[in-house]
């Protein structure tokens, strides 16, 4: 006798869509669906870390997917899975490191006095230069890509960067007070901070070697930390406070 189909047993199943493994990362992505939630973020900044040390290290061409998934202790495919090509990877790389710069200028706390606000301020700039070399490094590797992978990042985009604004109160408070120049704007003050970091710490090896010295030791960071601020405060000074009474 035979058994009646059940209503359950009539109704055609539906195939699941499996993600292949060996899906490349041409294919784009992400692919996630839903992996135990600690593990998962663990993995993913596992990969992310990786990611910025092979990209500040070899460069958006020069990096290699197999090398980051090495470091990351774990396999070609999770990259995939997470980020889905290489070019997206890259992308989360300058996310995170702007993502990190602007957390250390939001951890600035203002002074109430502007002259020792913006020393600080100088000083917290070129201290984050100096701990973070993969910064400069991926900056400038960006900066040979025209920009092209971080004027696409829709993060990076809508993000409102902390020191800019702190520089513009700074100097606003400055001129209030007749200590600071009102000739000058927040603007210049800003790229001669970023340049007088930036560009000691990114050229050094080639500057150590024509200078004849080690640029990095720390005697030397010292009095460059020093020479910024020195070089900004007097730019900034009042020109009837640096004259003096007629």
């Known amino acids: 006798m035979l058994k009646k189909d059940s209503a359950k047993d009539s109704v055609a199943k539906k195939p699941r869509t499996k993600v292949s493994p060996t899906q490349r990362m041409d294919d784009g992505g992400p692919t996630r669906r839903g992996a135990p939630q600690a593990r998962s973020a663990q993995l993913e900044a596992r990969i992310l870390e990786s990611a910025v040390d092979e990209f500040a290290e070899h460069g958006f061409s020069g990096a ?13 495919r999770m990259l995939y899975y997470y980020y ?6 890259y992308q989360a790389v300058l996310e995170k490191i702007y993502a990190d710069m602007i957390g250390a200028q939001r951890d600035f706390v203002m002074p109430d006095d502007p002259i020792a606000g ?33 004027q696409e990042s829709k993060k990076v985009e809508e993000t409102s960067f902390p020191l ?3 520089v513009s109160v700074l100097l606003a408070k400055g001129q209030k007070k007749g200590v600071f120049r009102k000739d000058v ?8 901070i970023m340049s007088l970091g930036f560009f000691y ?31 900004v405060l007097e730019f900034l000074e009042a020109r009837e406070r640096a004259l003096g009474p007629a």
């Open 201 to 231: 710490v990114s050229n050094q090896y080639t500057c150590s070697r024509w200078i004849g010295v080690d640029l990095m030791t720390r005697p030397r960071r010292n009095k460059w930390r020093a020479h910024i601020c020195e070089v």
């Open 64 to 76: 290699r997917i197999e090398r980051i998934s090495q470091r990351a202790e774990t396999v070609d």
């Open 84 to 89: 889905g090509n290489k070019d997206r990877l």
């Open 118 to 150: 913006m020393r600080e301020l100088i000083e917290h700039s070129w201290d984050h230069y100096v701990a973070h070399p993969d910064l400069v490094r991926l900056l400038m590797n960006e900066n040979l890509l025209r920009g092209k992978y971080i």
């Open 185 to 192: 704007s927040s603007e210049h003050v800003l790229m001669t």
């Open 164 to 166: 800019v604004q702190t």
